[in-house]
């Protein structure tokens, strides 16, 4: 298996058993953490924002929309030319004005009709695929919070400890050198 | 003096317990890790096609049944657009929702694992820093004690040499009182000192 930070952090021959052997469990767990980090990076991060810009600016089912609409009329008239002719039926010219006309009609209404529906629809999925987002983002924010919190913890508990043993050290020193001078005192 | 200090490994369970996470997080990263790649690629299976593919056989079936009045009528191909149209539309929205979903779910287990590993990395961090603590404390507690060792020593050393007449008799009348100037000194001396293994021990006289 390959380090990801470019450097032998465990051991990873196999034992008999097939397990890798790890002889620093600790190296092995930065090592994993960090590897799993760079995969979601590698592997993820760039569909997240994709995903991100998708839900505010998405209009694929309004364009489909638009395109559906005329083949959609198109094909409905092609079909009832080819009823027409099967039926051998003989169309007045008046008749035939007014099936042109109903079928212009309920193509326009329909494209309109498809239309509206579909900016419900896509401003529907966007805003549900935006929510479902944000909630993620709202975990990420939490977690990378609770990382920030603990590791100025970290360094405060490091300062804190460093400046106690700093304060200890130097009241051991003095009551060692007290020590010392009172018995030279003593002496003399 | 005391034995020096040896640097403690990690002892055969915990090896056998890391052994085990790391071939398990080995088998996870081959096998999972391609299932969600495969999920965020969902996207390119054109859903959507099948999905406005099986609408539009739909309305075909339901409105095929032609006859010589259906054909006559002047509002039946608009009637049979629009539900085509209508059926279509359904379809794309349910695709985009399946498509939005998937998405969703992939971002949310992808980021859940990015979670982990970086609450890993800070769990990693505090050992780390417990660590250096640790080894920053016992180096300044192993000096300190040095240092007290040594005070004792020389503090021990003068009030001997003290005791002893090494500064004068002034001195010496300081540390062992003025009383014992001359016959009774207040450090015991180490020659007649009782045999505590003895069976008559101080105070018992061996009858003979």
Redesign the interface.
């Known amino acids: ?1 390959e380090n990801v930070m470019g450097m032998v952090g ?1 051991n ?1 021959s196999r ?1 008999n058993n ?9 190296s ?3 090592d ?6 760079m ?2 990076k590698k ?2 991060q760039q ?2 924002l994709d ?1 991100i810009e998708k839900s505010q600016t ?1 209009t ?2 309004i364009d ?2 638009f395109e ?2 005329p083949k ?2 198109e ?3 092609q ?2 030319q080819r ?2 002719s ?2 051998g ?1 003989e ?1 007045t010219p008046a ?1 035939a004005q ?2 042109q006309r ?2 212009q ?3 326009k ?3 309109i ?2 239309v509206q ?2 900016r419900l ?2 401003q529907e ?1 966007n805003t ?2 935006m929510s ?2 944000i909630n ?1 983002g709202q ?2 924010n939490r ?2 919070l ?2 920030i919190g ?2 100025a913890q ?1 360094q405060s ?2 300062e804190q ?2 400046d106690n ?1 700093k304060a ?2 130097k009241a ?2 003095m009551g ?1 050198i007290g ?2 001078g009172a ?2 005192i ?2 003399l | 003096m005391g034995a020096k200090a040896k640097k403690v490994g990690p002892s055969r369970t915990e090896q056998l317990e890391a052994s085990v996470a790391v071939d398990r997080q080995n088998f996870f990263r081959q096998n999972y890790n391609k299932l969600l790649k495969e999920q965020r690629n969902f996207g390119d299976k054109k859903v959507g096609n099948m999905l406005r593919g099986r609408a539009a056989a739909d309305v075909q079936q339901q409105l095929s049944n032609s006859s010589y009045g259906e054909s006559m009528r002047s509002d039946a191909a608009g009637d049979s657009a629009n539900a085509l149209l209508g059926n279509l539309g359904v379809a794309s929205t349910n695709a985009t929702a399946i498509e939005n979903r998937m998405a969703t779910n992939t971002i949310g287990t992808a980021q859940q694992q990015a979670s982990d590993a970086t609450t890993g990395l800070s769990a990693a961090a505090r050992i780390s820093s417990s660590d250096a603590l640790n080894r920053a404390k016992n180096k300044q507690m192993v000096a300190q004690a040095k240092l007290n060792a040594g005070a004792q020593l020389a503090t021990a050393g003068v009030m001997r040499a003290g005791s002893e007449g090494l500064f004068g008799n002034k001195v010496a009348g300081a540390i062992n009182g003025p009383s014992t100037l001359s016959s009774k000194p207040s450090v015991p001396l180490l020659q007649n000192k009782p045999n505590p293994y003895s069976i008559a021990g101080p105070g018992y006289r061996t009858v003979t």
Do not use: C, H, W
């Open positions: 298996m465990y990873q034992s097939g397990l890798p052997n790890v002889s620093d469990p600790k092995a767990q930065a994993i953490t960090y590897r799993q980090y995969d979601y592997d993820f569909f997240e995903q998405d694929g089912l489909q929309a559906d609409a959609a009329a094909l409905s008239q079909s009832q009823s027409l099967r039926y039926a169309l008749q007014q099936m109903s079928n009609r309920t193509g209404l329909g494209m009709n498809a529906n579909a629809a896509q999925q549900t695929l479902d987002l993620i975990g990420l977690s990378s609770q990382m603990s590791a970290n508990n490091r400890a460093y043993a200890q050290s051991s020193t060692t020590a010392l018995a030279a003593m002496f």
